[in-house]
C-alpha cells in the first residue's frame, strides 16, 4: 500500500520556521529579553544586505543557501548591551556607538551560534549535514546597498521582521534552492546524543587500565589455552 500521503514533507517554509526559531531561542537567551517574529512571510526576488549593520552565513552540504540578518542601529545596540550585561561587564565598559568593531564582534558571535543552532537542528530533524562559514558583519552608510549572489539553481527566498524585547526591529533573509524532504521512515526528531553515553562507551581507549573483572577473564582465557 503506499504510504505517499502519510509522508511528512518539509519545504522552504519548514526550513524558514526552523531558523526563526533558532533566532529567537538563541538571542532571547543570550539577552534575557524576548525575541519574536511575524506571522506573515514575505517573498523576495534577492538577499541584500542594508544599514546599519548587515551579517551574512553561506552554508553548503545537504542543500545550500544564504542566511542575511540586518540590523537597525537602535536593534543591534539593544541587543549587544544586554547580553554583554547578563554576562557581568558593566555599563561603563560598553561601545558607545554601533559602528564599533566591538559591536560587530559580538554581532558575530551571536549569529555563529544562532547557525550553529540551526544545523543542529538540520541534523536532527531532516537527518542531513550542512556546514557554514564564519559570519561576516559589515557596518553599511545608509545610502548603500549591498546585494549578496550565491550559486542557487532554482534558488527561493524569504524575509521575515523580528522584534527585540524594547520593540525595536531586525529583518532575517533565507535564499536557498528549492527542495523537499520527504520522511520514509520513522525517526525521533527530538533525540539529542547524550554526553555522557558517548563517553561511556567510548571510555576505554588505547593505554587505558580496563577493569579487573576484563582483565581477569582474558587472563583465564590465556592460561587455559596453554593448558594451565
Known amino acids: 500500500m ?3 500521503d502519510n509522508n511528512v514533507v518539509f519545504g522552504t517554509e519548514g526550513l ?5 526559531d533558532s533566532v ?3 538571542l532571547t537567551l543570550a539577552t534575557h529579553s524576548g525575541i519574536r517574529y511575524s506571522g506573515m ?7 541584500c544586505l542594508k544599514p546599519d549593520i548587515g551579517c551574512f552565513v553561506l552554508f553548503d552540504g545537504g542543500f545550500s543557501g544564504l542566511v542575511v540578518i540586518n540590523f537597525s542601529a537602535q536593534a543591534a545596540m539593544e541587543l549587544y548591551e544586554k547580553y554583554l550585561l547578563n554576562m557581568g561587564m558593566s555599563k561603563s565598559d560598553l561601545a558607545s556607538s554601533y559602528t564599533s568593531d566591538e559591536v560587530s564582534n559580538v554581532m558575530g558571535e551571536l549569529m555563529n551560534q544562532i547557525v550553529g543552532d540551526f544545523t543542529g537542528k538540520v541534523g536532527r530533524e531532516l ?3 550542512i556546514t557554514q562559514n564564519q559570519p561576516k558583519m559589515l557596518v553599511l552608510n545608509k545610502q548603500v546597498i549591498l546585494s549578496v549572489d550565491t550559486n542557487l539553481d532554482n534558488p527561493e527566498a524569504r524575509r521575515v521582521t523580528f522584534y527585540t524585547g524594547q520593540n525595536n526591529i531586525f529583518y532575517l533573509e533565507l535564499a536557498v534552492d528549492r527542495a523537499e524532504f520527504i520522511k520514509l521512515n520513522d525517526f525521533d526528531a527530538n533525540e539529542v546524543p547524550d554526553p555522557d553515553e558517548l563517553l561511556a562507551q567510548n571510555r576505554y581507549t588505547d593505554g587505558e587500565v580496563r577493569p579487573a573483572a576484563v582483565a581477569d577473564s582474558e587472563q583465564d582465557e590465556l592460561l587455559k589455552s596453554l593448558g594451565m
Open 2 to 4: 503506499s504510504t505517499q
Open 16 to 20: 524558514l520556521r526552523s531558523l526563526c
Open 24 to 26: 529567537s531561542k538563541v
Open 41 to 47: 512571510v514575505q517573498r523576495i526576488t534577492k538577499t
Open 127 to 129: 537527518q542531513t549535514h
